[in-house]
């Protein structure tokens, strides 16, 4: 090879390096970009569907709150009502409106539920209280 060939070969390398830079750049900073963007949904679909576990966390400890409160009335009032029996002062049923039921307000009560059953609340940060620790 001689020195004009090298020259040649040395001048057409430099040219494509210098018109490919541009373009070698962009197509890394498009790339670097969609990553992002793609993390970025990711972290936003994550983040949703944590909400939505937390928010059906809460609606089951919310009805169990109100089965428990439920179940604890039916048991009181059943219990007053075989006393009654017992002592032979059974009293005549009374009728209630929907408006004046006794739903006196009540604090609301500790999860007594099996701790199988609450684990799974307590890897999202729920604690309850069990009946070994009160």
């Known amino acids: 090879m001689n020195t004009g060939t090298v020259a040649l070969l040395v001048a057409v390398v430099g040219v494509a390096g210098t018109l490919l830079a541009p373009v070698t750049?962009?197509?890394?900073?498009?790339?670097?970009?969609?990553?992002?963007?793609?993390?970025?949904?990711?972290?936003?679909?994550?983040?949703?569907?944590?909400?939505?576990?937390?928010?059906?966390?809460?609606?089951?400890?919310?009805?169990?709150?109100?089965?428990?409160?439920?179940?604890?009335?039916?048991?009181?009032?059943?219990?007053?009502d075989l006393y009654a029996i017992r002592?032979?002062?059974?009293?005549?049923?009374?009728?209630?409106?929907?408006?004046?039921?006794?739903?006196?307000p009540t604090p609301r009560p500790r999860c007594s539920s099996p701790t199988t059953s609450c684990d799974g609340a307590k890897r999202y940060g729920w604690h309850w209280p069990t009946p070994e620790s009160s």
């Open 25 to 80: 750049t962009a197509w890394v900073s498009s790339r670097s970009r969609r990553q992002e963007f793609e993390l970025q949904q990711r972290s936003e679909l994550t983040k949703r569907h944590m909400d939505d576990e937390q928010a059906n966390l809460e609606r089951l400890r919310d009805t169990y709150v109100a089965l428990n409160s439920g179940a604890r009335r039916y048991r009181f009032r059943m219990m007053e």
């Open 87 to 104: 002592s032979g002062t059974a009293r005549t049923p009374r009728r209630r409106s929907p408006a004046s039921s006794s739903r006196t």
